[in-house]
């Protein structure tokens, strides 16, 4: 089965506390994004990538941070210094550049909790 | 003046009726326009994408573009209250690849 996997589904974060979220993908997709949603709101783009080994911020990136050292593998880790990170974490991945290759898919999801 | 925008509604159309989603753009280099569903709780669905000015009809759903306007919409015929949802308009602005999306409109169909 082709698609995107985000794990966990749930997960509860201590104050002070680094977390990762992990987002896989086995579509051969070169763009990977990550989106934060919080409730009755739109997505925000926190960070996103076209290639291996590259990556952009997006417009709320401050408290993040990502790698993409494989093709299919997208981690977001949550940082301390992410001061409100309890929200709806949404991973996609699209075939890649060029008009017609945008499409997103997305994940499940993780629902990301501070206790 | 954001990027994507979105009445947020609640837009309540009766079973039957025809829902009209609009959604307005800023950048003008904007290539791809796409249009997505969302039940709570769950993650986006891609419903519809149109990347040329005029209409693009995929069953029961017609999206339609003008990049004049900057303007992208989207019909829902003979809505059902299945499709009662959040309806996200996303636009890739020219020459970044990256997807930016609406604050999404609440649709809600009833009996």
């Known amino acids: 089965d082709g698609g995107i996997t985000q794990s966990p589904k749930y997960l509860f974060r201590k104050e002070g506390q680094n977390v990762t979220l992990s987002c896989e993908q086995n579509?051969?997709?070169?763009?990977m994004y990550w989106y934060r949603q919080d409730p009755g709101q739109g997505l925000r783009l926190i960070y996103y990538?076209?290639?291996?080994?590259?990556?952009q911020k997006g417009d709320i990136a401050e408290g993040y941070s990502v790698s993409r050292e494989k093709k299919e593998s997208f981690p977001l880790t949550v940082t301390s210094a992410q001061k409100n990170p309890t929200a709806f974490y949404l991973c996609?991945?699209?075939?890649?550049?060029?008009?017609?290759?945008?499409?997103?898919?997305f994940g499940q999801g993780t629902r990301l909790t501070v206790v | 003046q954001k990027e994507v925008e979105q009445n947020s509604g609640p837009l309540s159309v009766p079973e039957g009726a025809i829902a009209s989603l609009n959604c307005t753009y800023s950048?003008?280099?904007?290539?791809?326009f796409f249009w997505y569903r969302q039940y709570s709780g769950k993650s986006p669905e891609l419903i519809m994408s149109i990347y040329s000015n005029g209409d693009k009809e995929d069953g029961r759903f017609t999206a339609q573009l003008n990049k004049a306007s900057q303007y992208v919409s989207l019909l829902i015929r003979d809505s059902q209250p299945s499709d009662s949802a959040t309806y996200l308009c996303?636009?890739?602005?020219?020459?970044?690849?990256?997807?930016?999306f609406g604050a999404g409109t609440r649709l809600a169909v009833h009996p």
């Open positions: 579509l051969n997709h070169d763009a």
């Open positions: 950048d003008r280099g904007s290539q791809s």
């Open positions: 990538s076209q290639i291996v080994n590259d990556f």
């Open positions: 996303a636009v890739s602005p020219g020459g970044y690849n990256k997807l930016i």
């Open positions: 996609a991945s699209s075939a890649g550049p060029g008009r017609d290759n945008t499409e997103a898919f």
